[in-house]
C-alpha cells in the first residue's frame, strides 16, 4: 500500500493574498487613528499653543541672560515680533515674525487694560524680557474665533518669573 498517493496539500505559509489583506487593513488603521489624533478639540489646539508660546518665551528670558541684553515680543494685527534692546532702542530682530495659528485670536493686557493691536510694531515692546531673567506683568488670552461669548485659556505672569495659566469662563 504504498503505492497509494495522497492529495492532501500542506499548507506551509499565507498566500500573497492574504498578505496583503493584512496590510491593507494596517493601512486603514493607520489612517483612521492618524485622523482621530489629528482632529482634536479646538481647546486642546489652544492649549498647545499657550504651551508653545511658554516656551518661545524661556527661550527668550534665557537668551536675554544669556547675551545681557533685553528682547521683547510685540503683537501686531499681523502677528508677533520679536525684538532686540540695541543702544537704546528696540530694533526687529530678522526673521522674527513668529507665526500665529488662525483657529483663534489672541489678546494681550496689560495692567488689566486689553491692548489695541496697532499695524506696525510700536517703540517699546509689549511683553520685555530684561536681563536678569525677569519678564514684566502680562497676560495673554487665546479666544476661539467662533465662540465670541465663550471662554478662554488665559496665560499671565504670577510673578516675574512665574507663569500660569488656566481655561476661564464667562
Known sequence: MRGICSSQKVSMGFTLLEILLVVLIIGIMTVVGANVI???SPERNIMDAAAQFQTELQYMCDLSVLENRAHG??????????????????????????????????????????QRLESEPEELPHIICQTDGSHNAFEVRWLLAEEADGGYYALKSETPWQLSGAWVEH
Open 73 to 114: 515680543l510685540e503683537w501686531t494685527d499681523s502677528g508677533r515680533f520679536w525684538l532686540t534692546h540695541h543702544a537704546g532702542d528696540w530694533v526687529l530682530t530678522q526673521n522674527n515674525q513668529v507665526a500665529d495659528p488662525s483657529l483663534f485670536k489672541q489678546q494681550i493686557l496689560l495692567d488689566g487694560l486689553i
Open 38 to 40: 489629528n482632529s482634536q
